[in-house]
């Protein structure tokens, strides 16, 4: 299923949102028109390489956990890149209509870090950067499913479309992150590229900590 529009309101300008999008896309670009061994270099170093911090992997320098919210703003495909850009421009401009611009940016980045910090507990001897910004808009979909779980998620099913409740939709997402992230635990599966864990962390921290950054209804930002 792919989710094609909402039908929650929004009542202001998803600024913050509109800057995450525009700044994972233009790296991501910038990182195109970069030669490939430069690109691969920055990625190792930008990325969170969970040996680096595991003492596992020397040839990376420590950098105080650094890797740890940059990371959040690099993508390896543009599949990876649109997929997270489309769930993000959904999703995002309600939580940040409802959280105020500075409290989603703090409460995004916070969702991220978490998801990248569980990543890092399941799979400590990874030798390969962890990327992306589905951690931290895992935590933007647990606000929305807590907040607005009867609102209307369009999706299309080819060749159709139906309309689906956020609460069905997003309840889906999680138990298709639960079942990969424990497959490949149980199979040991060293190899995966998608980032199961940190979804699930994302989601997790969004679900319990996304009522603390709830703007006053008088507030505007």
């Known amino acids: 299923m792919i989710p094609i529009r909402d039908t929650a309101p929004c009542h202001s300008t998803p600024?913050?949102?509109?800057?995450?999008?525009?700044?994972?896309?233009?790296?991501?670009?910038?990182?195109?028109?970069?030669?490939?061994?430069a690109a691969i270099t920055l990625l190792h170093q930008y990325g969170m390489v969970p040996a680096r911090y595991s003492g596992v992997s020397t040839e990376l320098p420590f950098d105080g956990y650094l890797s740890f919210v940059t990371n959040l703003f690099l993508h390896a495909t543009w599949t990876h890149l649109l997929v997270n850009m489309w769930f993000m421009w959904i999703f995002g401009d309600n939580i940040e209509d409802r959280m105020g611009r500075l409290r989603f940016l703090c409460f995004y980045l916070?969702?991220?870090?978490?998801?990248?910090?569980?990543?890092?507990?399941?799979d400590p001897t990874l030798e390969i950067p962890v990327i992306g910004a589905s951690g931290a808009i895992a935590g933007v979909l647990a606000a929305y499913f807590f907040m607005y779980p009867m609102e209307q998620v369009i999706v299309f099913f080819?060749?159709?479309?139906?309309?689906?409740?956020?609460i069905a939709f997003l309840g889906l997402w999680v138990l298709w992150q639960l079942h990969?992230?424990?497959?490949?635990?149980?199979?040991?599966?060293?190899?995966?590229?998608?980032?199961?864990?940190?979804?699930?962390?994302?989601?997790?921290?969004?679900?319990?900590?996304?009522?603390?950054?709830?703007?006053k209804k008088y507030e505007v930002f």
Not at 111 to 122: I, N, S
Not at 185 to 203: E, M, P, Q, R, T
């Open 15 to 37: 600024y913050v949102t509109w800057t995450i999008m525009s700044i994972c896309i233009g790296i991501f670009i910038g990182m195109k028109l970069l030669p490939d061994q």
């Open 110 to 122: 916070i969702c991220g870090v978490f998801a990248t910090l569980l990543q890092w507990y399941f």
């Open 158 to 166: 080819p060749p159709m479309l139906f309309n689906v409740p956020a």
């Open 180 to 215: 990969n992230a424990t497959t490949a635990i149980i199979f040991g599966d060293s190899h995966i590229n998608v980032a199961w864990w940190a979804h699930l962390g994302g989601f997790v921290a969004g679900g319990i900590i996304y009522r603390l950054f709830l703007k």
